[in-house]
């Protein structure tokens, strides 16, 4: 099992989760070039302006660790990350698990597809982003984390965006939040699960909802959880809602 974090966080996002599969499985964490303990010096803004770059990094990780039948399991962005690497070796991955999934995050009314942000919130995020670095991470994280009435986890998020260098924060929020992987969805023959937290701020039960309906083999499953990361908020429940999965397609093999 291949577990990769979300924007501005870290492999430690992941330590209540994948424990409840080490038994069973091999285990691999890691950092998103750039974030946590990845080397800074490897980051670079040409290479670094999409997300299909860290798609490659994820597929190095697979190839060079010679890994097969993967079962990926990516939190926000990491999910489209995941999605991407499935469609360049798509004979590596058994199974992805996308918790708090978004293929576009602008709006796009002439389509009917609902992102949950117009291209105004977008530019305005990315530009107080880059005015204050620290101010977004101050103001971002309770939003992005829900649940107000656990402030420490809203805490834990914001010391995370902020111990990220702001160039590379910039540089991975433009990725992000401009992406647009709706095509994308059609190429991927990977079975997948869907994991929908409610009152998700960053990636709104519709936005869920249509990257279940455009895989063609996909489960969609809502948690009880809220906020939009749940693999902090409500590990256990995410474990298990992973467990029944992977449970439940096993039997039927």
């Given at each position: 099992m291949v577990f990769a974090h979300g924007y501005g966080c870290d492999q430690a996002m992941w330590r209540y989760v994948a424990p409840h599969f080490e038994a069973e499985h091999r285990v691999v964490l890691f950092d998103h070039v750039g974030f946590g303990g990845s080397d800074?010096?490897?980051?670079?803004?040409?290479?670094?302006?999409?997300?299909?770059?860290?798609?490659?990094?994820?597929?190095?990780?697979?190839?060079?660790?010679?890994?097969?039948?993967?079962?990926?399991?990516?939190?926000?962005?990491?999910?489209?990350?995941?999605?991407?690497?499935?469609?360049?070796?798509?004979?590596?991955?058994?199974?992805?698990?996308?918790?708090?999934?978004?293929?576009?995050?602008?709006?796009?009314?002439?389509?009917?597809?609902?992102?949950?942000?117009?291209?105004?919130?977008?530019?305005?995020?990315?530009?107080?982003?880059?005015?204050?670095h620290l101010g977004w991470s101050a103001g971002m994280a309770p939003v992005i984390m829900g649940n107000p009435e656990r402030p420490e986890l809203a805490a834990e998020l914001e010391a995370s965006f902020c111990r990220s260098d702001p160039a590379v924060s910039l540089a991975f929020a433009r990725a992000t939040f401009l992406s647009d992987n709706r095509a994308d969805l059609e190429r991927v023959s990977t079975p997948a699960l869907i994991?929908?937290?409610?009152?998700?701020?960053?990636?709104?039960?519709?936005?869920?909802?249509?990257?279940?309906?455009?895989?063609r083999d996909s489960d969609f499953v809502t948690l009880d959880a809220s906020g939009h990361c749940p693999n902090l908020s409500a590990p256990d429940e995410t474990a298990g809602a992973i467990r029944t999965y992977l449970d439940v397609h096993a039997a039927r093999r």
């Open positions: 800074l010096g490897a980051w670079s803004a040409e290479r670094y302006q999409t997300l299909d770059a860290y798609a490659e990094d994820l597929v190095e990780i697979i190839e060079e660790l010679d890994l097969r039948e993967v079962i990926f399991v990516g939190h926000s962005v990491a999910a489209m990350i995941g999605v991407l690497a499935s469609i360049k070796v798509p004979e590596r991955f058994a199974r992805l698990v996308l918790v708090g999934p978004s293929a576009r995050y602008v709006d796009d009314p002439d389509a009917g597809y609902v992102g949950g942000f117009s291209s105004s919130d977008i530019q305005e995020l990315l530009e107080t982003l880059d005015a204050n994991l929908q937290c409610r009152a998700d701020a960053i990636a709104g039960e519709e936005v869920g909802w249509y990257v279940h309906e455009h895989l």
